[in-house]
């Protein structure tokens, strides 16, 4: 395919050199997005008396059956071709003739491969919020039907406090809606459109910048030219968002990992969910969410690439800048197909109650209600607590619990304690005493899936 900036040059392009260069075998994605910035700048181009009517029609005719083409299976992207924008350009130019040569009059490839990307990564947006908005909606249901589940909550991964497994799916829940939050404002940012920027610095011609960006659904142009070309804000702001959401999947995969383990058996996943041993016939391993904490830090590399990419850059466009798309590109891929595939995994798991109560029931984790019993009663917290500490120790001397140390052992360390320690104790009054905001009281819990679903609720 002859190069349509050949005129300045008078040997060929070196066939290696070719290959390094183009971009085609991974923007031809971005073809519908280029087909639609071409529309638009076409009938910009037809309104302001740029080009005749009759020119923007047969751009538009010729321009459509391209991609109708595309996506039929009838035309096949040329490998030669040098990236997206070249391909289809050539192609409308052999369709339409001279008409295709007019299309980019007052339009560089700069501001094309800008508008492109912006196009193609704001819808993907939008697929990546839903999938997360379906992960949130099944973590809202999950919780729904384990407000009375008690499990042990951690710090340091030892047991901690009672809590229920519905505070906990809830916990995630929050992590997720500020996910959405943060894809909501990239998007907000990214959409100002850079077409009508030139190379970089604009045009001469009587361009209506405003018009191609109101028919591309763009807030409005990007304020200045330079900035315009040479701004990838918003695959970098892109990227860290899709970062997050990896380290809240990778987070709760790691979770999901040790609750599947022997050792602590809180969930049972799908088989359709899990995998074999070559080896070893017992073993049904985790591995849909082991690949998903593996892949976190395949995403975070790509976010690196696009920071250190940007980062000695001067104005306005450099080559060094195509390589922003196979890095947002895998880091949005990736993201998608976790989302996808984490939240069947998760919402088709057997969870086992039985054993989330047992857990729950050793390691002392009403330790602090304990001490709060004393505190309620008028012993000062510092005094409550080493009290606690001891009747902890002597139950680990003896093999015994809080739950089951006789009374006397009790009163032997401080007179203030009566039968109703026992009630103050229990897992459950424990768990479902914490009726702060937020806390794993159900009712608090209850609230909290309330506000979830209101959140989803007020998405645009």
């Known amino acids: 395919m002859a190069k349509m900036w050949a005129g300045r040059f008078k040997k060929e392009t070196d066939q290696g050199v070719n290959d390094f260069n183009s971009s085609i075998s991974f923007d031809a994605r971005m073809y519908r997005h280029d087909i639609m910035g071409s529309i638009a700048h076409a009938t910009m181009l037809g309104k302001t008396g740029i080009l005749s009517q009759a020119d923007v029609d047969v751009i538009r005719e010729g321009?459509?059956?391209?991609?109708?083409?595309?996506?039929?299976?009838?035309?096949?992207?040329?490998?030669?071709?040098?990236?997206?924008h070249m391909?289809?350009?050539?192609?409308?130019?052999s369709r339409i003739g001279d008409a295709g040569k007019r299309l980019h009059t007052a339009r560089s490839r700069n501001d094309q491969v800008a508008l492109d990307i912006r196009l193609y990564l704001r819808d993907e947006i939008d697929e990546i919020k839903a999938l997360t908005v379906k992960l949130i909606r099944t973590l809202c249901t999950m919780a729904e039907e384990h407000t009375e589940t008690i499990m042990p909550g951690?710090?340091?991964?030892?047991?901690?406090?009672?809590?229920?497994?519905?505070q906990?799916?809830?916990?995630?829940?929050?992590?997720?809606?500020?996910?959405?939050?943060?894809?909501?404002?990239?998007?907000?940012r990214m959409n100002f459109s850079p077409l009508g920027s030139g190379a970089l610095a604009g045009t001469t011609y009587p361009i209506d910048r405003?018009?191609?960006?109101?028919?591309?659904?763009?807030?409005?142009?990007?304020?200045?030219?330079?900035?315009?070309?040479?701004?990838?804000?918003?695959?970098?702001?892109?990227?860290?968002?899709?970062s997050m959401v990896m380290m809240h999947l990778s987070r709760f995969s790691e979770e999901v990992i040790l609750w599947c383990s022997w050792e602590f058996k809180f969930l049972e996943l799908d088989d359709a969910f899990a995998t074999g041993s070559s080896i070893m016939?017992?073993?049904k391993n985790p591995d849909v969410a082991e690949l998903v904490r593996g892949k976190t830090g395949r995403v975070y590399g790509d976010l690196v690439t696009l920071l250190s990419m940007m980062k000695s850059l001067p104005l306005a466009y450099n080559k060094d800048m195509q390589e922003d798309k196979e890095a947002i590109f895998d880091a949005v891929d990736t993201v998608k197909l976790c989302l996808s595939t984490f939240e069947p995994m998760l919402k088709t798991a057997t969870v086992l109650k039985d054993n989330m109560r047992a857990a729950a029931a050793k390691g002392f984790i009403n330790a602090t209600d304990c001490a709060d019993y004393l505190t309620k009663k008028g012993v000062p917290f510092r005094d409550a607590y080493k009290i606690t500490g001891t009747l902890v120790g002597i139950c680990v001397d003896k093999g015994l619990t809080l739950e089951t140390l006789p009374l006397s052992e009790y009163k032997a360390l401080s007179h203030v304690f009566e039968e109703d320690v026992y009630q103050a104790i229990d897992l459950t009054t424990?768990?479902?005493?914490?009726?702060?905001?937020?806390?794993?009281?159900?009712?608090?819990?209850?609230?909290?899936?309330?506000?979830?679903?209101?959140?989803?609720?007020?998405?645009?």
């Open 168 to 188: 906990h799916l809830m916990a995630y829940a929050g992590m997720f809606l500020r996910d959405l939050g943060r894809l909501t404002d990239t998007k907000k």
């Open 87 to 93: 391909f289809i350009e050539a192609e409308l130019t």
């Open 281 to 283: 016939p017992q073993k």
């Open 430 to 460: 424990c768990a479902f005493s914490r009726r702060c905001t937020g806390g794993p009281a159900k009712e608090k819990v209850e609230e909290q899936i309330r506000w979830a679903y209101s959140q989803l609720d007020q998405l645009d």
């Open 210 to 242: 405003n018009m191609t960006a109101s028919l591309l659904g763009f807030t409005g142009p990007v304020m200045n030219t330079l900035d315009g070309v040479s701004d990838r804000d918003f695959c970098i702001e892109l990227g860290s968002a899709i």
């Open 154 to 166: 951690y710090t340091h991964l030892q047991r901690a406090q009672p809590i229920t497994f519905a």
């Open 63 to 84: 321009l459509t059956s391209i991609q109708e083409d595309i996506e039929s299976g009838a035309l096949s992207f040329d490998p030669q071709a040098e990236d997206i």
